[in-house]
Structure formats: structure tokens, C-alpha cells
């Protein structure tokens, strides 16, 4: 039995979507999944009345009085709310009353409660956020996307190495093709921090290979994308955006034109096709790498679909034992 | 009279996009335009052949024995490679028998005999290159993509300073609005090398809105973004790709739906407006900024009307002196 601390406060959708999206993720588990869910208990309560038959699923709440707002200032926020829903998620699972906690609220509050409540894994130097993003070839994990604006060679390696346990045990995969995000494929290429890194990563019992350009990330050059988390956070919403400025005129062009109009009426199954294709809501969120607990964070802006799926990611990271096994490569030294 | 050399043997459709865009540019132009084709003269020759009443038009050929190759190493190139058109088209510059010179060629080349033949402008720390994408709200240069892998502040204020004096002479705006390109649009965001030129932009006399970040780029929030060569190169790179696996993708989803093959043909004059608003050809090419000397980098794979439009934007940083006022803001210190 798994045990899930699912943070009901957090999020531009909240409470409706965690908990219906929880409610989504115990309904297609097989009596092995369990959902603390925290914040508010009147909130939650009220919530959970709309749905049928709740009574039948192991659902417990945990009371939290506070919930941080997703424009507060990360660090001063988790130390001012010490019973933020977020903290209170964190504290259960340090406690072991929850084996992982999923929370769509303030992506740097997260990992600054993670940071002081459950700690580093031992040897790692810092713990990177990954995001999951569709290719031609399916998912691929870019990482860091934002923890780490100033990076060391040494903090590349093991986001790699984070990142490929990540994805062999919940994409299963055996060996992930691990690729460098830098400005050309040479060996060669790359500014001073990458040129380090590749030689890391050469070295390492990785499945590296090589440099990888901004074009070959959606193209499924590699499973597993190693950047710094300055450009790993440009890159990802510099994507979306492009993604909505597509649709906005696509929609813009259709009302111009009558024919148009009628085209796209026709061509809903093609343009459903696409939607599925760069929809985030089938990827399961974003998990934090190298803390001492499993901690996903799903999209701010999650339909219960997206919670539910991240829940399962959740569920899947403790099943599998991934952080178990990352520690054990922090352990032996990364190589 | 404004007179450009035009390298007719760079790019993947040299020489006959070259001469044909060329052409189009002289035509296009009223008696205030000379063009100077340099590369082999025969093959320039049997190109112009195929364009009626050529005898009219202020053509010259420039021969040059050499061509550098796109996948050629940089700057051994340019040294192995002493009568490449790249470098016989950058000596004509130098020694004043041009004032711009464009070429699609091997970008690494370009620059190369751009810094070894033409040199900096006095007090340039670093030339950058410029990138025009399009916007919600225009066209947008987003600089450095590729020349600088690791800057300084400094350089990144500099790039600012020549960016701003570009789009205002080319895009007839009194003060561009300068973005730095950040993980955050708060002013305490960044790394270390963005939370130094944050305050060397907020010093300075340009108009500097402040950080934008990915997602703002494409909405049109600056129109001159500024960044380190390595995000800028794989920020334009992962773009490209993403408006190429939307393509890939719909095209495949219309041949799979028989309505909507009927529907994709309803829809002809939307995809024709969306193609038009991504369209790199309608952007000029990318100016290479701080040299001495109008260079204009057409992309690789450009057409005709690519190749045109970056002729006129060349023609145009000669008329409104770019380069001089450039020059004169350098000189005084950048702020």
C-alpha cells in the first residue's frame, strides 16, 4: 500500500482539481493507493461531497491553516507558514506517515520546504526539478528546468544521473540515451560550462550520447536532456509559449474566413490529435530530483486529469524505488 | 549609390537562390542599388543567364577561386582558405569597394573573416548576432544567438546598446523596448551573469523594460531581447524545431482523416496567413553586430525572396549608418 500526501491548496485550479484528480488516481488504482489529502479541512470536505460514493476510498484529511499563495516569495513564505499545506505535506512525509506528496502550488516554495524539512539525498549537491515534454519519439525528461540558475560541470553529471534512473523506472527503459543540451552536436562545441560536462559525461556508465542542438530536444534526440536550470526554464516556456501563439492565430485566421470556418469543423479529429500530442496532462508532472522523498509537481494550472496522472507518476516513483536508487548511485560516486 | 557584395556560393541553394534573390533586390530597388557577386565566375555567369534583360541591371562579378563549405570548421576555413567568397567578399568591404556584404554561408566562416579582415569597431567587446523572429506584436531581434557561448555583463549591456540602435534605424522606432532575457520577470531574478547586467541595463540611457521571461518573447513584450550566445542559439534552434513538429504532426493527422483532407483545403487561406506570420524569409537575415562593416547572415536554406529581403535590409543599415551611430555610442562610454 501506497500512501500519497496530496497538497489540496495548492494550484490555480484548486481545490476542485487535486481533489477530483485525486479521487481520478484512487479510482484507477487497484487497492494499493491511499490519499492523505492536506489543507483546509472544510474546503476539502465540501469538495469531496460532490463526488459519488467517496466513502468507499481511503481518503483521509490532514488539516493545514495556511496554503502559500503562488505569487508569494518562495523561502520567506515556507518559513512564515509553518502550517502551509505545502509544509504540513512535507512534514508527514518526513515523518513517514506518506511515502510521496504531490502538490501544483508554488514551484519555489516546494523545493525551499523540501530543502528544509526533508534534506538533500546524502552526496547529492543539488537537487534539480525535471519536466516532461513530448518528441516524435514519445516523452523525453529535460533537467534542470529551474532550481539551479548557476551550475558546475559536476551538478550536470548528476542531473544525468538523476534523470536517467528517473526515466528508466518509470518509462521502462533500460538504458536512457542521456544528451547534453549545447549549441552544436560536435564533441567540441559549447560554452565553458558544457565543454566540462561532456567530459563528465564521457566518461561516466551513462548511456550519453553527445551534445544534443535546441532543434534535436523535439525531434526525441534523447530521453533524458541535461541542462542548467537557467536555460532548461527559458527553453520550456519559451516552448509553450510558441505552442499558444500558434493556436491563438490559428484561431484568429479561422473566424476571418467563412470557408475556414467549415475546414475546421472538419478537421476536428486532426486538430484533437494534435492537442493530445503537446498536451502536458498526459506527462504526469514534474518531479524533484535528489531530495529525500518523492515530491512531483504537477502544472499550476492542472485539469484533474493532469493531478491524476501526476498522482500516478507519484505512485510509480515510490514503487519503484527510484530516489532508493539514485541514492545508491550518489553513493558510489556517480560514475 | 549603395553597392553590396552579395557571396553567391554560401547556402544550401547557391548559387541559385543567391543570384535570383539578387536580382529581385536590384529590381526591387530604384537606381540606388549596385550588386558585386562574388564566387566563380563561370557558375555566376550560366545563373544569370537565366534572368531576362540582366544587361540592364547594376551588376558586377567578383571571382573568387574558393568556397567554404557549411560544415567546415570556422576558422581554419578562413585561414586555409584565402580566396573564399566569404573572405574576397569581406577584403572588397575593407578596402571600400562595397559598404555591406551578405551572405548565406557557413556562419561560423562569416564571423571569423568578419573579426580577422574587418576587425571590431573600436571599443566593441564583442560582436553578436542578431536574430529577427516574429511576434504577437511584430518582429522582435532577439541578440547574441551563437557568436558569445560565455559573457559577461558587460557584453550583454553592449549587445543591448547595438540591438537598440539597429531596430530603431531598421524598424523606424524612436526607442525600442530593450527586455533581458531571464528565468523571472522580478528584478532580483537570474544568475549571476543576468543579476549584474540587470543593473548595468537599468543604468543606462536605453529604453530597458526589465526581465522577460521564455514566454514572453514571442508575445511581443521587448523588441530587442537580449541574452548570452548559448541560450540565444538553442532558444532559436528548439523554436524552429517546435513549428516543424506541428507541421510534421498535422500533416500526418489530415492524410489519416478524409474530412479533414477536405477541411485542410477549406482552411487554405488560415494556414497560408499562419505560414506568413512564421515566415523567416519576410525578416531580413541576421545582422552581425559590432564589426566594421554591414554584414548580413541570410539563413542557410533561404529562397530567393529570403535572400531579397536580406539584400534590402543590408541596403538599409548603409542609409540609416548603423554602424556609425553604433560607433559613436561605443565611443561614449555605452549608457
Redesign the interface.
Known sequence: MIKIALDAMGGDNAPHALVHGGVEALRASRDDLELVMVGDEATIKNELARHFRINELPISILHASQAIRMDEAPAAAVKLKKDSSISVAMRLLQNGGAQAMVSAGNTGAIMAAALFILKRLKNCRRPGIGTVLP??KGPALVLDV?AN??CKPEDLLQFAVMGSIYFARLHDIVHPRVGL???GREDVK???L?TKAFALLRASRLNFIGNI???????GAADVVV?D???G??????????????K???NR??R??L??Q??????K??FD??RK??DYQEYGGAPFLGVQGVCIKAHGRSSPRAIRNAVLAAKKMVAEKVNEHIQQQLELGCC
Open positions: 518528441t516524435e529551474g540558475v548557476d543540451l549545447n549549441i559549447g560554452n565553458e558544457t542542438e535546441g532543434s534535436d530536444v523535439l525531434a541542462c536550470g537557467f536555460i526554464n527559458v527553453v520550456i516556456k519559451f516552448g509553450k509559449s510558441l505552442h499558444g501563439l500558434f491563438s492565430n490559428l485566421l479561422v476571418k474566413y470557408f475556414s467549415i475546414g475546421a469543423v472538419m478537421m479529429p486532426t490529435g494534435i500530442l503537446f
